[in-house]
């Protein structure tokens, strides 16, 4: 999952540097719809006992929290790339274990203690460090890592209203349900883009929508929603850990970008807290 999602941003840059973000997430939604589809008909086990049959009272639910939480998460991060820097938009999306940790501690699960509130503090802290400095590849930005930061905050709340979902219907049901879903929605917007589509567009940009349709959206989150059947919600959400590192030093190997020294130092301060904030 770390390497999947790592690599998604480097993919997600590159589709958005010659394509709409709009466009590349509709097409992105609709695609993983359709490859979600046969995954679910075909390994899904209506049997198993540790779960229950979905009914059609169950349909609202399922949809809004997949919907929101996944397609809507992907929408906000997809625009957050067009908008700033992979370095600082992965940093920004490290904060998603700080935003559980705080969506836990609102529904009762977790309790905040004075370390937690202190990692909380000094990854607040990184992240202003990261917003005073210049990144040396000027392609970061305040409103694109305020969008990311909407994302993440998408994606912690499908991690804790997630976890029962997933413990109660399967993994396969939640995550089928929000791409099938969204994919219906974003279908209509999917088709009208390509009436402005750009007159041309790389084998390297529609590369980077297909490997986003297939691999984060649908084996990341399988293996994710999987994590949270058995494991705290904070704790599967520890793996930004690695993530915004390795995907800062893809970004810096194959886009070029070039992170200042202010950001060096708020990252480290965002990822210690992160840290202390989740340490058993």
């Given amino acids: 999952m770390l390497v999947i999602w790592s690599t998604n941003y480097i993919f997600a840059k590159l589709a958005v540097r010659e394509m709409p973000a709009l466009w590349v997430v509709c097409l992105r939604t609709v695609l993983s719809g359709l490859f979600m589809w046969p995954l679910y008909t075909t390994v899904r086990r209506p049997g198993d006992p540790r779960l229950r049959a979905w009914s059609s009272k ?10 929101l939480g996944i397609v ?6 997809v625009w957050a790339l067009s908008k700033t820097s992979v370095a600082h938009g992965a940093i920004v999306g490290a904060l998603s274990p700080v935003l559980v940790l705080l969506g836990s501690a609102s529904a009762g699960l977790e309790r905040l203690t004075p370390r937690k509130i202190t990692g909380m503090v000094a ?10 400095g210049r990144s040396g590849s000027g392609t970061a930005a305040p409103l694109g890592d305020l969008i990311m930061l909407g994302s993440s905050a998408l994606f912690s709340a499908f991690s804790v209203l997630g976890k029962k979902l997933a413990a109660e219907f399967g993994t396969f049901t939640v995550n089928a349900f929000a791409f099938m879903g969204g994919g219906l929605l974003a279908l209509p917007f999917a088709a009208l883009g390509f009436w402005h589509a750009p007159s041309h567009i790389s084998l390297v940009a529609w590369s980077g929508v297909l490997y986003m349709s297939i691999f984060p959206s649908i084996f ?8 949270l059947r058995y494991l705290p919600a904070s704790r599967v959400a520890s793996v930004s850990y690695l993530q915004p590192i390795c995907a800062t030093l893809l970004a810096v190997l194959l886009l070029h970008e070039l992170p200042g020294v202010a950001f060096a130092g708020g990252a ?3 990822l210690g807290g992160v840290w202390v904030a989740q340490v058993r």
């Fill in 58 to 67: 169950d349909v609202p639910k399922l949809l809004t929290v997949g919907v």
């Fill in 72 to 77: 809507g998460n992907q929408l906000l991060f």
């Fill in 220 to 227: 990341g989150y399988l293996i994710y929603a999987y994590a």
């Fill in 268 to 270: 480290a301060l965002v």
């Fill in 123 to 132: 990854a607040a802290l990184g992240v202003a460090v990261i917003q005073l």
